[in-house]
């Protein structure tokens, strides 16, 4: 049975580093402990939450394999709920390999990835949503990221899914006392929406607005700069980078793969894009260049189109326009240290009022303060940035809510259409089993493995 064994693995990166922490967790634990672990002041009281000093010791106890910190943290009072050992020794492979083959051959299984996690959800001591927001933490990208991922941690959206659901179970009783009072007559009907169905479905709206947001300080932008060859594009990525990363000359058709590079702004992580200029392509290499641009764009978070003012627009400058009239594009007429050979209002008209369009050099570096600013208010709203607001940052929570929400407004549909309770009841029960997906209260033990096996070795 998956929890009666004891599991270990290591904790730290596996590599050169001053110390690894090797973690043990399970029934015989200690037991395992106290046969590689030889105290240095001859005797070891394992106190929980106590570090000793003292060597760690092959099978016969003859050969010492390292010297190093042991501690053991008493059930339940420990990260999985279960006895907990830590052996901190010295970070590298050799030793890490040497302790981790004794400890099996005591007794441990080295463990699965996302593991430990898996029995701290087991054993109550994290929701699933905390141990999904810890892993995130882990593989955060940006310090929002990783504050997002904290505050998930310390439990503010398993409380907002508590409140949804009590707000559900409340609407529910309203609509289960309306059926019970009727059971005898054949229309169980309600008359009026319960005030919580409403408050429940503003806040998982709340919820739901986030995820863009959330999305683009977790995951990071894609932000594609487009324009025909020449304009300054390789030019644009080195200057927003402040690497040479791609080749500028001023022979057209030179960048023929993506480049990318990502850059911090604004703590949104963003993977800027490089592409092959857009012309009728002149070889097969740059052929294929063009094709990869048409294809990216279509992942693309922000489009850059790139104009170069210093030469009269081309036929290969419409079709780039063309193709990007709506969606979040950012026009930057570039070179503008150069003499104009045409005015900015011939090309506002093509494009949504909207749109922002930017003047800059790419060159001097004119201009690039507002492009950076722009392509940070284009991926995160300013409203879901303020502290404490609960943010959705994984998609399988966001799916979650987005079911329920359906539930829900079919629930209150029913009721406005003078309907039998039955049928709101029968939605908001539904509701509850998907708020219930997101904490894990009820969840397959398949999507749970899926969930675990995606996180970190150790964790
Ligand atoms: N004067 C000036 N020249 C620029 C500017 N940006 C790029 N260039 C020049 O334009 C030529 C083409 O630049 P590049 O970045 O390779 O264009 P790409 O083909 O669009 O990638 C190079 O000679 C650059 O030095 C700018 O803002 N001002
Ligand atoms: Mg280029």
């Given at each position: 049975m998956l929890l009666q064994d004891t599991i270990a693995a290591l904790a730290t990166p596996f590599g050169l580093s001053g110390i690894g922490i090797i973690r043990i967790s399970g029934p015989e634990a200690l037991e395992i402990a106290r046969l590689i672990f030889q105290p240095s002041n001859g005797s070891c009281p394992w106190k929980s939450h106590h570090l000793y000093h003292g060597d760690i010791v092959s099978a016969d106890g003859k050969t010492i394999l390292d010297e190093g910190l042991i501690s053991y943290m008493r059930k339940p009072h420990s990260f999985t709920g279960e006895d907990v050992i830590e052996i901190n020794c010295h970070g590298n492979p050799i030793i890490i390999q040497s302790i981790l083959s004794q400890l099996q051959e005591r007794g441990c299984r080295l463990a699965r990835h996302g593991e430990f996690s898996q029995r701290a959800f087991f054993n109550n001591r994290l929701d699933l949503s905390q141990a999904e927001a810890l892993s995130a933490m882990i593989c955060a990208k940006s310090a929002k990221a990783y504050a997002m991922g904290l505050s998930q941690l310390k439990g503010s959206l398993s409380k907002e899914i508590e409140d949804l659901r009590l707000l559900l179970i409340d609407a529910l009783a309203l609509l289960e006392a309306a059926i019970d009072f009727t059971e005898d007559t054949s229309g169980e009907k309600i008359t009026g929406t319960p005030p919580q169905i409403n408050q429940a479905l503003e806040r998982m709206q709340l919820l739901l607005s986030s995820y863009s947001s959330a999305r683009a300080y977790a995951e990071g932008v894609n932000v594609i700069i487009t324009g025909k060859?020449?304009?300054?594009k390789s030019s644009l990525l080195n200057s927003l980078t402040g690497r040479k990363k791609a080749i500028v000359t001023d022979i057209p058709g030179t960048t023929r793969d993506l480049i990318t590079d990502t850059i911090n702004i604004n703590g949104v992580p963003v993977h800027l894009i490089d592409t092959a200029g857009i012309r009728?392509?002149?070889?097969a290499i740059e052929k294929e260049g063009i094709s990869l641009v048409w294809e990216s764009l279509a992942n693309a978070d922000v489009v850059i189109v790139m104009l170069d003012i210093s030469k009269p627009l081309t036929d290969e400058d419409k079709i780039i326009i063309d193709k990007n009239t709506s969606g979040n594009i950012i026009v930057a007429i570039n070179k503008i240290d150069l003499p104009r050979k045409w005015e900015e209002n011939i090309i506002k008209e093509l494009f949504s009022q909207e749109t922002k369009i930017l003047k800059i050099s790419a060159k001097l570096g004119n201009g690039l303060e507002e492009l950076r600013n722009t392509i940070t208010d284009l991926s995160v709203s300013s409203e879901d940035v303020n502290a404490g607001s609960v943010m959705i940052t994984n998609l399988r929570h966001k799916q979650a809510i987005e079911k329920a929400f359906k539930n829900i407004q079919n629930a209150k549909e029913s009721i406005a259409n003078g309907m039998s309770a039955e049928f709101a009841a029968f939605d908001l029960r539904e509701a509850l089993d998907s708020l219930d997906e997101i904490t894990g209260k009820k969840i397959n033990d398949e999507i749970l493995d899926k969930i675990f096996s995606s996180f970190c070795i150790g964790k």
């Open positions: 060859p020449n304009v300054g009728e392509p002149q070889n």
